[in-house]
């Protein structure tokens, strides 16, 4: 059996420092907005490069606490692209504000910035890229758009923890970005959590206000706001697992060039990196137009793979009411068809990985 994930080996490694961790929590006392949510948010804003990070309550609301900080809300449209997953929908939709879509490029399924133009309108506020996979959308060109009319950008960063652009962290691009802390994130928490970064000090006001209620000081709310909270033993944890986050990205990105190397000459389209690029490689995504006969022999072999995603968002039932149709965006049409997600955890041992490789070349005979 190879799965596509499996925390247990990375327990296996820190937990005795997990344990402290909870532990420091449970007998400090105190459990929602303290010392270890204050710590982990100075840590992770020097890790991103940011000045400020908010401690929130899961990806999908930092989404929207990031775009309603911005001044994002019902009236509004915001751009996001068709080859996402539903989250990044759900954040843009709880401001009030209409999520409009674009295609993504063939190459590497992010953001095409050739389409974004086109997708503005006099009431688009805010784009929002995802760096999906781990692989940086084009931010220059995104911002260059976003500054030429007057647009705000929250990176939606939930796959990219520590991915970069030039040397440049993802999430230090935008106006805000929002992180997930889901436990199968390259930085996961053991439960949810999320966060916003900016590196604008009245968005980090903001957020720290809305994720309390709208609240300013103790009982003064300036805003309905919501409860969103970053838990106190879940940054315990994240704190204790910040620190290998860089080995366990330069293990990801050695597992998956070890995928590239195995898989080189067979029909398979492989990911790449675009120059300047280094993905996070959260996921490692190949492409075949025999997807499902693919994804069925691996798993007459016991190799777990998973679809990222199999239905684009514009012809998610959800979201019928923005009116897209079949044949809109073919190039995430297409991505779903073809996509599958092999097995790539930092944990998984290198021979895993050539099972897996053997296992597909016998598929190609
Ligand atoms: C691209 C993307 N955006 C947003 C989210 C939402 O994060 P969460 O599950 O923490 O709400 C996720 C994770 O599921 C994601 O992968």
Same mark, same amino acid.
């Given at each position: ?37 204050? $710590? *982990?948010?100075?840590?992770? &804003?020097?890790?991103? +490069?940011?000045?400020?990070?908010? %401690?929130?309550?899961?990806?999908? @609301? ?115 970005? $929002? *992180?997930?802390?889901?436990? &199968?994130?390259?930085? +996961?928490?053991?439960?949810?959590? %999320?966060?916003?970064?900016?590196? @604008? ?125 079949? +044949? ?38």
């Amino acid at each position: 059996m190879i799965p596509f994930g499996d925390l247990r080996a990375e327990f296996g490694e820190i937990g005795p420092e997990i344990h402290g961790a909870v532990n420091r929590v449970l007998e400090s006392g105190w459990f929602v907005l303290g010392e270890e949510v204050r $710590a *982990f948010e100075e840590e992770f &804003s020097s890790f991103v +490069g940011v000045n400020h990070a908010v %401690g929130v309550g899961n990806g999908t @609301d930092a989404i929207q606490l990031a775009l309603q900080a911005l001044g994002v809300g019902a009236g509004d449209e915001v751009i996001t692209a068709a080859n996402t997953c539903v989250p990044t929908l759900t954040g843009i939709c709880a401001t009030g504000a209409v999520p409009r879509l674009v295609d993504v490029t063939a190459d590497t399924l992010v953001m095409d910035y050739g389409s974004l133009e086109k997708a503005i309108t006099d009431r688009t506020k805010a784009i929002v890229p995802v760096h999906l996979y781990g692989h940086p959308c084009p931010m220059s060109s995104i911002m260059a758009i976003a500054g030429n009319k007057n647009l705000v950008v929250v990176e939606d960063c939930a796959q990219a923890h520590g991915a970069t652009l030039g040397g440049k962290q993802c999430g230090t691009f935008g106006h805000t970005a $929002a *992180f997930s802390f889901y436990p &199968s994130k390259n930085l +996961g928490a053991y439960g949810d959590g %999320g966060a916003v970064v900016t590196s @604008d000090q009245a968005v980090a006001d903001k957020v720290t206000s809305l994720r309390n209620y709208g609240q300013t000081e103790r009982y003064y709310h300036d805003d309905p706001g919501v409860n969103s909270r970053l838990d106190e033993i879940q940054a315990a944890i994240l704190r204790t697992k910040l620190p290998y986050l860089k080995k366990w990205n330069e293990r990801r990105r050695e597992l998956a060039s070890r995928y590239t190397e195995g898989l080189k000459n067979t029909p398979l389209t492989i990911p790449v990196e675009e120059p300047g690029a280094e993905s996070s490689w959260h996921l490692y995504v190949v492409r075949t137009s025999n997807r499902d006969g693919l994804q069925q022999h691996l798993k007459d072999k016991g190799i777990g793979t998973v679809l990222h995603y199999p239905v684009p968002i514009h012809l998610q039932k959800a979201f019928a009411a923005m009116g897209y149709v079949k +044949g809109d965006f073919p190039a995430s049409e297409q991505a779903c068809d073809e996509v599958l997600s092999l097995p790539l955890y930092p944990y998984m041992p290198e021979e895993h990985v050539d099972t897996v490789v053997k296992a597909i070349r016998e598929f190609f005979g």
